[in-house]
Each structure stands twice: as C-alpha cells, then as structure tokens.
C-alpha cells in the first residue's frame, strides 16, 4: 500500500540527523507534516566507548531541544522520546506564517551514564507552496496507537494508503500528526495494547466521499450520542491495523470556513516621540500648610468620638433605676416573700455544712487498685447512722 500512496502525492517529510559536525539544514512545506528523528546511534560515536572493549554501547542519551536563544521550542513544534533507550523525534506542521524565516533548533544530547553532553544545531527553512493547504481536510482519531508509533513512515503510509482507497484524491498529504494526550486525553492504565491514542489530520483536493460522510447521518449521529459505535461501510478497510473512533472525525472544507480577522492597532516602531527636553518643576515652590488637612482628617473625627462617649457614659451610669427605686415600685407581699425564701436557703447551706454523717460505703473503694489490698470501711458494721438528727438543736 505505502509505494501506491507515494505515488499519489502522499506527501510527508522525513528527515534523519546527519553524521556531519556541521549543521543540518531542512526544507519543509507549509502545511505539510515534518518529522525529524534524533538517532542514538550517531551520537554514541561523540560519547567515551565502555571502559571493557568488545562491550556493546547502549548508554541511555536523552535529547533537549529548543530555538536557539530561547528555553523552549516553537509553538508548532512538539518532541517526545519515550524512553532513554529510544530515538527521539521532533514533528509539527508549520504554517504559512513562518514561512522565510529560518528557525534554528538547538539540540542537546545527555549521555545519562558518563554525564556528558553533545549539541548541534537543525536549521528549518519552510518553504511556501501554491499545492498547499488542500482545501478538504479531514481528522481521524486512531485509538490504537501512540504517537511515536503513527510517526514512523511505514505506517503513517499504510494509514494514508488506506485514507486513499475510500477517498480517492488525486493528491492526498499528512497535514498534522497529535497525541490524544495534548488534546485532553487521559494517561491509559500501564496494560499491554492500551495506547493513548493519536489524531491524525489528512488533506485532499477533492470532495469527501459517501463514506466519510456516513457518520453524519442521523441514525450513526444517535448511535454516538448513545455512545454506541457508528456503522461505517468502509471501517473493515482500516479495522485489520487502525481501529479509528468515528464518532470524533472531523471533516472541514476550508473554503467554505469564513476568515476571522482581528483588528489590532498598529503596534508601531516602540519608540516615543521627541517632545524635546524634560523640565523639571521649580525649586521656588510655595509651601503648603497642613494644619487645616490636620483637623479634618484627625481632630474632627477625635471631637465626634468623644462627643458619643460621654453620651453613651452617662446613658449607662447616670440613668440607672437603682435597687431602692425597684423595691419602691414592688409590693410588700413580694418582697416578704422573697426575703423568706433567702433565709430560708441560706439556713438549709449552713446546716449541709455541719452534718456530720459519713460517706455511704458504696462510694468507697473496695480494694487498693495498686497492691490489690482490700480496704475496710470507715465505720464498723454495727455503726448506726439513722439516729443521728439532720439539724443540730434537735436532742
């Protein structure tokens, strides 16, 4: 399937790094998928050999890249490397905005076993292309896959070769490759055939076919809404390698989509305008008197407050009835009654107090909860305690 599709304009750029000290120059096409592959192998020949001779070389190498002068790279351009062990790859697809301006790529190998580094520099030249964008675009979502794996050119070349036979452009191009992971994906459980999955972005110069648009029909539009699997008549033509989510393809028609124009002031060059010399103010200024600022921000709002204080002062002090005022206004009866009931609660306290009568023995302990000693009790077991009186001037 792959030599058919290259032969149908199944455009994709592939680049491996040169085993030149000098730096590596690309020319990719707007709108055209790039993919650079950083290879361990070549920079093992920059790394000290294993001390044993004969050893096989597999130190583990990490790779950092960045644009040159800056921590990060470009906003189209993404990198992953799975393992240390593995090649890492840059990819993206530039847009027709940066198209002239080289963008040069520093890359910085780590050998993770003698802590040495090596850097080259990739320059990237996007070249601009009348053939690109294709106005038909269309976005699969394979769930089995991740996105080192679709990166590869032997099978991103099935997939278009198979993207071909129930399409049939004249010229079909990988426009963007993305993991599911950037699109809010979440990370699948670490068992064998969970992939995180990938989007896929294809372009074409002719209409989408009766396939592709069965999903927009109202009985698969149910079945996805239902969270059920659309029937799709061409999806055994992908089934036996890619297993693609047909309810999250996207199909848009960029002639048809209306452009959004931002209106923005001219930023302009960033210099200010000579207005001529500064002239600072004269040193012959009047003095200000801040007295009258004083009081009104601090002497009136003291006045106020002391003002409210004596009020308040002499409502609570100067104006209270008084215990003689309220006996006055209170009938005898009550008051006789209520002096009674004072005396007669302070002679029952008195008279608790000088009850002589000991402690029940239930409230004593029964042995010593430290040596095991059982305690006797205070009184012997012939002690009477009824007989004694409860109030003191009884015989």
């Not at 976005?139 to 089995?144: A, G, L, M």
């Not at 302990?365 to 009184?379: D, L, T, Y």
Request: aromatic share 10%.
């Amino acid at each position: 399937v792959f030599p058919v599709a290259c032969r149908l304009w199944m455009i994709f750029v592939v680049t491996i790094v040169s085993r030149s000290h000098a730096d590596r120059n690309v020319y990719p096409s707007a709108g055209v998928l790039f993919v650079h592959v950083l290879e361990r192998e070549y920079f093992k020949g920059e790394f000290p050999p294993y001390p044993k001779p004969g050893d096989t070389s597999n130190d583990p190498i990490t790779f950092n890249t960045n644009l040159k002068g800056y921590p990060d790279r470009p906003g189209w351009l993404r990198y992953i490397q799975r393992t240390p062990h593995s090649d890492g790859v840059l990819y993206g697809s530039p847009t027709a905005e940066h198209v002239g301006k080289p963008t040069i790529i520093e890359i910085t190998a780590y050998n993770r076993r003698t802590f040495e580094t090596a850097r080259h520099n990739l320059v990237i030249n996007i070249m601009g292309t009348e053939e690109f964008p294709l106005p038909y675009q269309a976005e699969f979502y394979i769930k089995n896959m991740n996105v080192e794996e679709m990166l590869a050119s032997e099978v991103l070349g099935d997939f278009l070769g198979a993207v071909k036979n129930v399409w049939q452009p004249e010229r079909l191009n990988a426009i963007n490759i993305t993991s599911a992971l950037d699109r809010g994906g979440r990370v699948p459980l670490p068992i064998n055939n969970l992939k995180e999955g990938v989007y896929v972005m294809v372009g074409a110069d002719v209409q989408f076919s009766s396939c592709l648009r069965e999903v927009e029909t109202p009985q698969n539009q149910l079945r996805c809404s239902q969270e059920m699997e659309p029937v799709i008549s061409c999806d055994k033509k992908f089934r036996a390698q890619f297993h693609i989510d047909w309810c999250k393809i996207s199909l848009v028609d960029i002639t048809k989509v209306v452009p959004v124009h931002n209106s923005r002031p001219d930023p302009g060059t960033g210099v200010l305008p000579d207005i001529g010399e500064y002239n600072p103010p004269s040193e012959s200024l009047k003095s200000r008197d801040y007295f009258t600022d004083f009081l009104v921000t601090l002497a009136v709002p003291s006045a106020v407050a002391l003002v409210l204080f004596v009020i308040l002062g002499y409502s609570m002090c100067c104006r209270r009835e008084g215990v003689e005022k309220r006996n006055m206004q209170t009938p005898d009866i009550q008051l006789v009654h209520h002096s009674s009931i004072q005396k007669s609660t302070k002679e029952l306290r008195s008279m608790s107090k000088n009850r002589e009568i000991s402690w029940p023995l239930s409230t004593l302990p029964v042995f010593n909860p430290v040596s095991g000693e059982v305690v006797p009790p205070i009184h012997p077991d012939n002690y009477e305690t009824t007989s004694m009186p409860l109030m003191q001037t009884q015989t």
